[in-house]
């Protein structure tokens, strides 16, 4: 049992699911007990908020994140009047998450704009402004609004987060919006550091940021997960995106083919292994600060491996009404 529960147990519809298993899915993971649902916008596969709109309608309690939308790609009145629609359809269950977009697609569709973290910054406040019911005028380097106000805002604006792992993106998270999604990879220790820049950057009066986390999972006998876990990481360190999570547990290569992970950088990085060892792995996660940690299952069995966590280690992270009270 972990020594500090976590809030919120999430999981992830993996982004090379078929969208049209998305409701089935969406109603097994409320059955299952998990607390949210997030959903991938990656290019060019599934929109996230046609996703999220999916599985909002097909569930009735479960809680649906959208990790992420691409500031540059949106223009921010427009999915200001998106998200608050479906904020006043599904009040109070719905968290967007907006970050850069993976730089490579971001050019190849000429939306890579010159002033990255300006732009997201802007998008970023713009839209949570105009979800509060604002009249908003902007006149920056990405964002220009004249005299713009939604006209029916919703009565619980959704949850608006910074999705990035580069420390100027995570004090920009503090900042401008009012959390943090990482991505895989980012182990307890990062997690640590990134809530500290986050909180150090936040306005006193401000609501501190919610940490939001996406976590590799694998539950199996020790060495399988580990050796399943393989594959994700040498894919992780080769794609280059992310060299802080990567510096931050000593990884300077990809780990050898067809040999599993140490224990060690199980542990740093995942939710991998037996029942105890993936409870236990939550519980450092849960310490280190995370809100919400969302489980991003490997391999083909996916839906089978959340059905695991769900039976066997779920109620033993749980937070307890005793315990939230």
Request: hydrophobic share 50%.
């Amino acid at each position: 049992m972990p020594s500090r529960p976590v809030q919120s147990i999430g999981l992830v519809f993996p982004a090379h699911a078929p969208a049209e298993d998305l409701p089935a899915f969406a109603a097994r993971a409320e059955a299952h007990g998990y607390d949210e649902l997030w959903v991938i916008e990656d290019c060019f596969l599934s929109g996230g908020l046609t996703l999220a709109t999916a599985a909002l309608a097909a569930t009735e309690r479960i809680h649906v994140g959208v990790g992420l939308l691409p500031a540059a790609v949106r223009n921010a009145a427009i999915v200001a009047m998106e998200i608050g629609t479906l904020g006043r359809m599904f009040p109070g269950r719905l968290t967007v998450a907006f970050g850069h977009g993976v730089e490579s697609w971001m050019t190849q569709i000429d939306a890579r704009p010159a002033k990255r973290l300006a732009a997201l910054s802007e998008v970023v406040a713009a839209v949570r402004r105009l979800l509060a019911g604002e009249m908003v005028d902007a006149a920056g380097s990405f964002v220009t609004l004249r005299s713009v106000a939604l006209e029916n805002p919703p009565a619980v604006p959704p949850t608006i987060l910074v999705g990035t792992a580069g420390p100027r993106g995570i004090a920009l998270a503090g900042r401008r919006a009012q959390g943090l999604l990482l991505p895989e990879g980012c182990g307890p220790r990062f997690v640590a550091d990134a809530k500290e820049i986050a909180e150090a950057a936040a306005e006193t009066s401000a609501a501190p940021p919610r940490i939001v986390a996406y976590a590799w999972l694998r539950i199996d006998d020790d060495e399988p997960a580990r050796l399943a876990l393989t594959d994700a990481v040498s894919h992780w360190v080769n794609s280059g995106l992310f060299p802080g999570p990567v510096r931050a547990v000593g990884v300077d290569a990809p780990p050898q083919a067809e040999r599993p992970v140490s224990r060690a950088l199980a542990d740093e990085l995942s939710v991998v292994g037996s029942a105890d060892q993936c409870g236990q792995a939550v519980g450092r996660f849960a310490g280190a600060g995370v809100d919400s940690l969302v489980l991003a299952a490997i391999g083909s069995d996916y839906a089978e491996q959340y059905e695991r966590f769900a039976d066997q280690v779920l109620p033993t992270v749980r937070v307890q009404p005793s315990a939230a009270a």
